[in-house]
């Protein structure tokens, strides 16, 4: 079994419609969804959820306040400003705690004298199983305000992997979150290769730079593609220079086209609406499947 992860140093550069495209010129495959704090493959593919199941990760502080006595203790010791005081109609004041803003580090339940802060499981999101019409898909969503979004983007490769092994996919692709950050990280290890997506600008560059050092310092396989290359020749060639410099690959010179916008809003991609940026995406993802077969 192969997993293709395609990410990006930075949002915005088309990421998700390259991994939408590939899965569609891929034929059945197991899509994952790994950008979980953003989420939108489901827009491009339509799914049907088959399964549907909680996310719970961490703990989330709350105070009982019939047992509560109002010391202050929580408050006084709390570094994150989680517990306020709030004034009542029972009481002159109470204190609670905003779940927002709690970290769930357990300091307030320690030191209660009076035992008064339960410390229940957080929930932080939920993970879906769905169908769609490029094979099995596995996403997510991230609460707002919640953490541990690398652990649920390892919930995610870890079911997409269960679901392919049981239908006997050979391939997953892997959409992966933008940036170089924890649930980055936790996208592309142990991963078969990396399709890293930039666009000609100077942002671009250095971005594409943070995450090909990634890929590189866990030795995993890259390929760079540029997307809407044709806005800055120049800084594509910058590009070039670069992954040259690196012995890599760029697999992919996509052109800006309008069409894709309008592939979008029909909840396609852009490999099935025959825009004009279709052709490169077919070549480019011949040249990966040499690569993964």
Partial sequence: MQELVVISGKGGTGKTSIAASLAVLAGQVVVADC??????????????????????????????????????????????????????????????????????????????????????????????????????????????????????????????????????????ITDGPPGIGCPVIASITGANRILAVTEPTVSGVHDLERVLDLAKHFGIPADVCINKWDLNPDMGAAIEKKAAERDLRIVGRIPYDPGITRAQLLAKTMVETGTTASQSIRNMWEEIKSKLI
């Fill in 35 to 172: 950008d979980v704090d953003a989420a939108d493959m489901h827009l491009l593919l339509s799914p049907q959820i088959l399964e549907k199941h909680l996310f719970q990760s961490g703990n989330q502080a709350i105070i009982r306040q019939e047992a509560c006595n109002q010391c202050g203790l929580c408050h006084d010791y709390c570094r994150f400003d989680a517990v306020q005081k709030l004034s009542s109609e029972k009481t002159t004041w109470q204190y609670v705690i905003d779940p927002a803003a709690c970290e769930g580090c357990g300091v307030c339940v320690h030191f209660c004298p009076q035992q008064a802060i339960d410390f229940p499981e957080a929930l932080c999101g939920e993970w879906m199983i769905s169908a769609t019409r490029t094979g099995p898909l596995v996403h997510a969503r991230l609460k707002a305000a919640a953490e541990n979004s690398g652990k649920l983007v390892t919930m995610v490769r870890q079911q997409a992997r269960q679901v392919a092994e049981k239908n006997g996919h050979a391939l997953i």
